[in-house]
Each structure stands twice: as C-alpha cells, then as structure tokens.
C-alpha cells in the first residue's frame, strides 16, 4: 500500500472564519468520526455521541440565524462542511442534512414567538430532528399523502402512517406534512411534533443494503395531539412548505454525494499508487490513470455544480433547477465512482477489508432519497420545457 496521504481538497471559501471552520469539520471527522466508521456501520450502530459533539461545536444549525442558535453561514460554506462529514462516514453528513431539513420549516415559516420558543434547542441545544414527508403509498407523489390532521379545539389529532424516515424512532422532533384539507397540494399543513408525543411509534428500522448505522424506520401517529400552537405557517401551506425545503436538502444530498465520492477516490489513488503489479505501481498503466482522471473529473464537475447553486441560493435567487441538476448528477457521479473505485482495487475492493465496497453501497441510496432522479430530471424538464400536457 502508499504511504502517501491523499491529496486535500482545494477550497475556495468566502472568509477566513469559513476556512477555519472546515479545519475544525476536518479535525473531528479524522479524530471523531473515520476511525470508527467501518465497524460502527456493520454493527448497525448509530452515533449520537458524535451528533451531541457536533451540536456542541455550533455545527447542527450553521446555516441558520445566529439569533436563533445557528451559525450564520452562507449555504456555500455549510455544504462543504457537509461534504467532509460524508467523506468520513455518510450517517453522520446525511444526518446533519436531514436535521437541518427538519429544522428548515420552522426557521422560514414560523412565527417569532415559535422560533423563540423551540429552535435554540432545536439548532444548538443538543436535539437531533427528522423529516416527515413521505408515506408508504406516496413517495414521489407527495401531493396524495393521506396522513391526516383534524381540528380539536386548539389541538390538532395526527392519524397515519410515515415511511421511509431517517432518524424515525431516535429523533427529538419531527417537521411533519399531514392533510388538513382536501385532496391535493393545497390541503396540506405542516407541523412541529415531539418525538416523545403519546401515540407515536416507530416501527423496526429497514434493513437496508447501506448506510445501516442510520436508522429509516416507519412512524405511526394513532391519535398524536399536536397543539394549534406548533402548527407552521398557514392551514394548506405545507406542501410550498415542503417544497421549499427539498430544494435546499437536495444540495445536502449533493454535497454528500461528493463526498463520498471523494473518499473512494483517495482510496483508489492509494491503493494505485501502492499496489504493484509487473514490476510497477498499477497507477503506472494508462487505462487505470485514465479511470483515476475520470473519477477525478466528475469529482470537481459536481462540486462546482452543487457551489453554483448554492451561491444562487445564498443571493436569494431562483435555485431549483440547479439543485435538481446537483442532485442528479453529484449522486450519478458518486455512483460511478464508488463503482469505479472497486474496479481499481480488484478482488480487494470486493471485500470489507476496505472501504469502496461500502462507499458504493452507500452511494445508491444518494439516487433515490429527496426526490429519485428520475423526478429530478422530471423537474429539470418542467423548467426547460413547461409542465407535461395531459
């Protein structure tokens, strides 16, 4: 094997405070997080140590309002700090992703008095949240969830089922869609439930092929009474609501996406670069160089992509389309390259012994969670083209 260290990424950041931040990310996830990835993901276990000393360290709720609890950084600077975590272990950069998308309702919808009350905890006070969106008949078809919410005097009774949660089970509060109204987008409202509300449960986590130290489980709400006070913007609001808050965590899914790419790249050129072969290193043949420098290519190609919507976003310009566009193609790329990274290592790569294998069985959940790909290219096309005729 190479003893040389992989190459560290080249990051242009807006402030010296931005670079000192991704030296601290840097330190915890080479300290904190790496070193026990490997085993803790085969045991199945998750790391809520590790998300306890991360909101400790100010870095559940950076891009969040300072007055609030959070950290007042641009999204440029939070999704590269996102993409370090992911590199180390993507439970832990997914995580912080999703708990930011459960913390994004209230932060842009709430009121002064709910964001008083409820996200200095929620961004800084050691509380992991979740996201309830999807239902096991609705997945891509958000608009026809039936998870419903009915008026009790100043209470509102949440009846149905959630699936397909990330942190369902474990998380302090969950931001949940349910129906208010009628049928469609319109009749839907959101809601900030505790994750300790009588008649809530979660069912066994999933057994999942990847990503096991990171529980997704189905939440059932039997008669859960959410006060009208935690009620998030207006009655029928939700689904702009929802909407809203998919276009930012689908460059969290980005940025994840890079970085576990990343990570299997400098496992590959490692192990090139080491493993000899012939006489000499295998990185010494051109078709491997060539498979390195693609991987490579497709590496920055995304990272530039996921920047430049982040930047629209941060300058309060329209970015859905270029967050589908991220979405799409960082995820597509980490696929190739984890895929990519177990052809480089051979047999090796084919064993848990190293970590590709895992990498590019991590890398298949990133196409599918925050919308498929599929829909984000359905998405992309409704910009370029206008809705589908029907």
Not at 99 to 122: I, N, V, W
Request: glycine fraction near 12%; charged fraction near 25%.
């Amino acid at each position: 094997m190479s003893d040389r260290a992989p190459h560290p990424v080249e990051r242009r950041l807006p402030t010296e405070e931005a670079g000192q931040l991704l030296a601290l990310v840097r330190d915890i996830a080479q300290r904190e997080i790496a070193p026990r990835a490997a085993e803790e993901e085969e045991a199945g276990r998750f790391p809520r140590e590790v998300f306890t000393l991360l909101s400790e360290s100010g870095l559940l709720g950076l891009p969040y309002d300072s007055g609030h609890g959070g950290g007042d950084q641009p999204y440029e600077v939070y999704l590269q700090v996102l993409e370090e975590l992911a590199a180390a272990r993507l439970t832990v950069g997914l995580g912080v992703s999703v708990h930011s998308l459960a913390c994004h309702a209230l932060a842009g919808y709430g009121t002064e008095e709910q964001r008083d009350a409820h996200l200095p905890a929620m961004l800084g006070g050691g509380l992991l949240g979740a996201y309830c969106l999807s239902e096991p008949a609705s997945g891509s078809d958000a608009a026809s969830l039936r998870t419903k919410a009915v008026r009790d005097g100043d209470d509102w009774v949440v009846t149905g089922t959630k699936a397909w949660i990330t942190h369902g089970g474990i998380a302090d509060f969950y931001t949940v869609l349910a129906r208010t109204g009628g049928e469609g987008a319109r009749g839907i409202t959101a809601f900030l439930v505790s994750g300790d509300a009588e008649g809530l449960n979660a069912a066994a986590p999933e057994k999942k092929m990847g990503m096991k130290g990171s529980p997704t489980a189905q939440l059932n709400f039997d008669g859960v009474r959410v006060p009208d006070a935690r009620r998030i913007g207006d009655e029928g609001q939700g689904f702009t609501i929802a909407l809203s808050a998919l276009d930012s965590g689908r460059l969290g899914i980005a940025a994840c996406a890079i970085g576990v790419a990343q990570a299997a790249l400098s496992e590959a050129v490692a192990y090139a670069t080491g493993r000899q072969q012939f006489g000499r290193p295998i990185a010494d043949f051109q078709g491997l160089r060539f498979m390195l420098a693609d991987m490579a290519t497709r590496i920055e190609a995304g990272r530039a992509l996921y920047l430049e919507a982040a930047r629209l976003r941060d300058e309060c310009k329209p970015f859905s389309r270029q967050a589908a566009m991220a979405k799409l193609f960082c995820t597509d790329a980490a696929m190739q390259v984890t895929t990519d990274a177990v052809q480089v290592l051979g047999g090796y790569g084919y064993t848990a012994d190293f970590p590709v294998e895992r990498l590019m069985r991590e890398a298949k959940v990133l196409q599918i969670v925050e919308g498929t790909n599929q829909i984000q290219r359905m998405v992309i096309a409704r910009h370029l083209a206008g809705p589908e005729t029907r």
